[in-house]
């Protein structure tokens, strides 16, 4: 390897450029010895526990190097399962981000290093619950020491730049009670198949103190997470078995179950954001009451998303994946149903006269990147896809799987209708509201 001395700084990352197993396993001798699930019980042996525990990570997760690689990257990198195979068995914390934001098992399904994916897949199970066991006892006595309360979250989604969004995208109201080191929250955002919202009526409830029956038949210890699906009628321990070591069938079933699609790494750009008081039809700062306050309502601005997607060799391309997806929704007759009790007839209409619009609406992305962007000014909405050339290329539609065909054709009269009417949706006073999205690829 070139240039091993970068790494001289770090005896861990040093001990695998030179493959020198001797000097790792030394390096590791010399640490103090995590606690294992079932040995930390009080709030002080927590914090002990955590303190060598941080020890430990200070020397085998290092990541002051080129790259911000931990030790385990570097010997995902280096094609080295023995490494690899003795920083797990020390606790090394496999889902630290390098400098591209992707984990050490990313790097080795990506790589198609599969022996090393099953070296982390094997460990790293155990590894969590260990830790989740000692930091437990610590979580109990501080959610103990917050006094009780009920609260409401509640979060939606409005765009002026595509239509429907506050109906289709994500939208919940969690309601949270706490009492004692206890804590119950209802739900019925259940989370994402693939694309399509998953929704179901559901509580947690996180039962610090534990729980025991009258009759003593049922009993649970303290830190037990339940789920109770009020539809299905269904009770789940969700850390039930939690504990277990995985077989090698099971290990080997996850590797090639993230072998088989493409790695994703959303993220969110906050550091050009900018929070204005929203102003209501006077010009005047909007407030709102929450419980017995008074409360001021702001806008957020200048907040950049992004999704990055990695290649990961062998597997389905984004377009293969969803082509399937769809013809699979279409073959169970479920195609856009899960916007039937959303939209209106009215609307549902509109939605799907867009999706066949395909690049109609300018909105498009590029082969490797893409950056949609929209202003409102007061004399009408204007969009830019950073083509200045005039240039036109055949681009997706916003489901972009849905229509991979389709063209820009400006004389269609329906096309022409809509982009009208969405034109109207620009304020005609001065203030001035920007969005943006983009879509990255590496």
């Not at 010895?33 to 002080?44: F, I, R």
Request: hydrophobic letters at 40%; charged letters at 30%; aromatic letters at 8%.
């Amino acid at each position: 390897m070139e240039d091993i001395f970068k790494y001289s700084h770090s005896p861990a990352h040093f001990a695998v450029a030179r493959r020198d197993y001797a000097a790792l396993k030394r390096i590791i001798s010399t640490l103090p010895s995590l606690a294992k699930a079932g040995e930390v019980n009080t709030e002080a042996e927590s914090l002990a526990a955590e303190e060598r525990a941080d020890a430990v990570s200070a020397v085998i997760d290092r990541r002051d190097v080129p790259g911000r690689e931990t030790p385990l990257h570097l010997a995902v990198k280096l094609r080295d399962p023995v490494s690899a195979e003795i920083l797990m068995a020390a606790g090394a914390d496999w889902s630290l981000q390098n400098e591209n934001g992707w984990s050490a098992l990313q790097e080795a399904v990506c790589t198609r290093e599969e022996q090393i994916a099953l070296i982390i897949a094997r460990h790293y199970q155990p590894l969590a619950w260990a830790k989740w066991c000692r930091r437990l006892p610590r979580i109990v006595a501080s959610a103990a020491r917050i006094r009780d309360f009920y609260m409401e979250i509640a979060f939606h989604f409005e765009s002026s730049v595509i239509p429907f969004i506050g109906r289709i995208a994500p939208s919940d109201t969690y309601r949270i009670w706490k009492r004692g080191s206890n804590l119950r929250a209802d739900m019925t955002l259940a989370g994402f198949d693939g694309f399509r919202i998953q929704r179901s009526d559901q509580t947690f409830l996180f039962l610090g103190e534990g729980y025991s029956s009258e009759d003593g038949n049922i009993s649970l210890p303290p830190g037990s997470l339940i789920v109770l699906a009020h539809k299905e009628k269904e009770v789940t321990n969700a850390l039930e078995g939690a504990g277990a070591q995985p077989t090698e069938a099971e290990v080997a079933h996850e590797v090639a179950l993230m072998s088989q699609t493409n790695m994703y790494r959303p993220g969110i750009d906050v550091t050009q954001a900018e929070l204005v008081p929203h102003l209501n039809w006077r010009r005047q700062e909007r407030t709102e009451m929450v419980g017995n306050w008074k409360a001021k309502v702001y806008d957020m601005f200048h907040v950049m998303v992004s999704v990055k997607s990695r290649r990961v060799p062998g597997a389905m391309t984004d377009e293969e994946l969803f082509a399937a997806d769809d013809e699979e929704r279409v073959a169970n007759g479920a195609d856009n149903d899960e916007f039937d009790d959303v939209l209106t007839a009215e609307e549902r209409k509109q939605l799907d006269t867009a999706l066949r619009m395909g690049n109609a609406d300018g909105l498009g992305e590029d082969e490797e990147s893409g950056v949609v962007e929209y202003q409102e000014n007061g004399s009408g909405g204007s969009y830019e896809n950073g083509e200045a050339n005039g240039s036109s290329k055949e681009k997706k539609s916003w489901f972009g799987w849905k229509n991979k065909g389709s063209k820009n054709n400006n004389d269609d009269p329906e096309d022409s209708k809509i982009l009208k009417k969405f034109s109207k949706l620009a304020p005609e006073g001065g203030n001035q509201k920007s969005c943006a999205v983009m879509f990255k690829k590496k």
